[in-house]
Each structure stands twice: as C-alpha cells, then as structure tokens.
C-alpha cells in the first residue's frame, strides 16, 4: 500500500520559513517524480514545485527564489524548504508522487498518488 505522509506544516508570520517533508513508502521511489501541490480554501489545488530522481527541478513562478524543493533518495523522503512567506502562501500544501517523467506535467490529475496534506498558515 502506498503512503505518502506530510509533516512540518504550522503557523507562521510573514518573512518566516518552514520546511515541509513527505515521506513515501510502498512504491519503489526511483520510479516517481515528485512534486508539492498546495489548495488554499476556496480555489483549486495547485501545483508549487517537482523534482526528478536525478534532482532536476521546476517550480511554479509564485514560489521561485522562495521555496526549494529536494530529496533524499535513501529516506524516501521529499522536502520542501519555504523561505520569505507571504500569506498568500496559506493553503494545504499535498506531496504528490506521478510517473510522469516530465517534470512539466503539473496536473492534478496527473498524479498517481497523493498525501493528505499539511496546513501551512502565514500571519502577517
């Protein structure tokens, strides 16, 4: 059975960081990109960042210079490192695995597998 669970999300005020992990288990992990998505209340998930196996990465231009994203292929594990928050930042951000080898497939519904999300709050 494959997991995917967030940690890290919590309160924070503008100008702050936070750093986000997910940690997979049941899916062979080389096989997957992965990305963070995040949904602020009332509007559609969107995508916010993904990496390749080999470390490639792409991120959407609201969080690019703020937010790197990485990995540790020997954990499993994803992470998210958020700098300079804003509060437009505040949403549910989900770890996202896809089979997809473009780091360019940004669609929600592109994704295999998905966490259940971390809530990231930013106070200005």
């Known amino acids: 059975q494959v997991q995917l669970v967030e940690s890290g999300g919590g309160s924070v005020q503008a100008g702050g960081s936070l750093r986000l992990s997910c940690a997979a288990s049941?899916?062979?992990?080389?096989?997957?990109?992965m990305r963070w998505f995040r949904q602020a209340p009332g509007n559609e998930r969107e995508f916010v960042a993904a990496?390749?196996?080999?470390?490639?990465?792409y991120y959407a231009d609201s969080v690019k210079g703020r937010f790197t994203i990485s990995r540790d292929n020997a954990k499993n594990t994803v992470y998210l490192q958020m700098n300079s928050l804003k509060a437009e930042d505040t949403a549910v951000y989900y770890c996202a695995a896809s089979s997809a080898v473009s780091l360019y497939v940004t669609g929600a519904n592109s994704m295999n597998y998905w966490g259940k999300g971390t809530l990231v709050t930013v106070s200005s």
């Open positions: 049941g899916l062979t992990f080389s096989s997957y990109t």
């Open positions: 990496i390749s196996w080999r470390g490639n990465t």
